[in-house]
């Protein structure tokens, strides 16, 4: 399996940027996918997930301001971001792990959970 995002760059603050994640290698359409981030020093935060159901869930320092989409057509994984703040300023990742509709929502956004990882994209907001 292979994950590789894209779409990271610099933006200031209150800006947007839209992470995509292309995934090969596995049945996409079967599988969870979460967005994460990681500044140095830090543990991995979860940030949103999507089941393979299409339900999702996110972190509160991201709800009402990220979108998780997936295209399953395409293999494709988003993360649109809205009202960017420095405090966004971190490495972003994508993940994925076979689905399950069991999962609980801390188990989504739980680093711990996923197998498959991206090698993540940059972001930085400047003030």
């Known amino acids: 399996a292979q994950l590789v995002e894209s779409g990271g760059g610099s933006v200031e603050s209150g800006g947007s940027l839209t992470l995509s994640c292309a995934a090969s290698?596995?049945?996409?359409?079967?599988?969870?996918m979460g967005w994460f981030r990681q500044v140095p020093g830090k543990e991995r935060e979860g940030l949103a997930h999507?089941?393979?159901?299409?339900?999702?869930s996110y972190a509160p320092s991201v709800k009402g301001r990220f979108t998780i989409s997936r295209e399953n057509a395409k293999n494709t994984l988003y993360l649109q971001m809205d009202g960017l703040k420095p405090e966004d300023t971190a490495m972003y990742y994508c993940?994925?792990?076979?689905?399950?509709?069991?999962?609980?929502?801390?188990?989504?956004?739980?680093?711990?959970?996923?197998?498959?990882w991206g090698q993540g994209t940059q972001v930085t907001v400047s003030s």
């Open positions: 999507i089941g393979g159901d299409g339900s999702t």
């Open positions: 290698g596995y049945t996409y359409s079967g599988h969870c």
């Open positions: 993940a994925a792990v076979l689905w399950t509709p069991f999962m609980t929502t801390a188990e989504a956004l739980g680093a711990s959970s996923y197998n498959y």
